[in-house]
C-alpha cells in the first residue's frame, strides 16, 4: 500500500550512542517532516524538507540531524543519543500542505 | 504560525454528534484550517481541510465562520472506534512556507457504549 514507511518500530539506545531513523514514501511527495511526539503531547516538529537536497530546522532541532539525498528517503540522525531523546518519533510527507501523510511512528527510548 | 486553542477533552455516547471547537484568533489570510485524529500507537491521520465557511467530506463536517477566529469539527453519529485524539492545526499553505504545521496538545474524545 502506498504511504510513509518508517524503520525500525523499536529500538532502544544506551547515552552516548548514534543511530539513524529512515523514512520512506511512494507518493511523490515533495514535503517531508520529522516530529517526536512525547506522552501525553501533542507532535513537536524536529525538521523538515521542501525537496531534495534540501532540508531546515523545526521547533526543537538541536541534537538531531537530517539529510534528504534521494527525494523519497528522509533520514533522521541521532549523533549523541540523550535520555531527552525517548520519545515516539513520526515522519510524515505532503504534497504541496494539502494533508500530512504520517507513518506509524518510531518507538526510541534511551537509556 | 497561529495559535489554537481547544478543549483538552471531551466525553461522548455512541450515535451522538461530537462538536469540537478550536479557536484561533490570530489566523492570518493565507492559513487553512486542518483536522488530525490520532489512535494511539499511531500517526495522525488527516481527516479534514478548509478555508471557510462548510466543509463535509465522508468522515466529518468543518463550519468556518465568516471571521475565521474559530472553527468547529463536526463528527456525526461517534462509535467506539472514534475515540482518540483531536488536533486542530492552522498553517500557510504558501509554497514557501514549507507548509510546516504546529500541532498543540488536542483534544481526547472517549466514545462509551
Known amino acids: 500500500n502506498a504511504g510513509v514507511t518508517q524503520t525500525p518500530k523499536f529500538r532502544v539506545l544506551k547515552t552516548g550512542q548514534s543511530m539513524t531513523l529512515l523514512c520512506a514514501q511512494d507518493?511523490?511527495?515533495?514535503?517531508m517532516y520529522w516530529y517526536r511526539q512525547d506522552p501525553g503531547m501533542g507532535l513537536r516538529l524536529i525538521h523538515y524538507s521542501v525537496g531534495e537536497g534540501t532540508t531546515a530546522k523545526g521547533e526543537v532541532p538541536d541534537g538531531y540531524n537530517v539529510s534528504r539525498l534521494k527525494k523519497q528517503n528522509f533520514l533522521l540522525g541521532l549523533e549523541s543519543a540523550a535520555p531527552s531523546q525517548t520519545s515516539v518519533y513520526f515522519c510524515a510527507s505532503s504534497y504541496q500542505g494539502y494533508g500530512y501523510t504520517f507513518g506509524s511512528g518510531t518507538r526510541l527510548t534511551v537509556v | 504560525l497561529a495559535k489554537t486553542t481547544q478543549p483538552i477533552s471531551m466525553d461522548s455516547y455512541e450515535g451522538q454528534e461530537v462538536n469540537i471547537t478550536c479557536s484561533h484568533n490570530n489566523i492570518a489570510t493565507n492559513d487553512y484550517i486542518t483536522w488530525y485524529q490520532q489512535f494511539p500507537s499511531q500517526g495522525p491521520r488527516f481527516i479534514i481541510q478548509?478555508?471557510?465557511t462548510k466543509v463535509t467530506n465522508e468522515v466529518a463536517s468543518l463550519f468556518i465562520p465568516a471571521d475565521r477566529k474559530s472553527s468547529t469539527l463536526s463528527l456525526p453519529r461517534v462509535s467506539l472506534s472514534d475515540t482518540a485524539v483531536y488536533y486542530c492545526?492552522?498553517?500557510?499553505?504558501?509554497?514557501?512556507?514549507?507548509?510546516?504545521?504546529?500541532f498543540g496538545g488536542g483534544t481526547r474524545v472517549l466514545v462509551k457504549p
Open positions: 478548509g478555508y471557510k
Open positions: 492545526l492552522v498553517g500557510d499553505m504558501a509554497r514557501t512556507a514549507g507548509n510546516k504545521l504546529t
Open positions: 507518493m511523490n511527495h515533495e514535503y
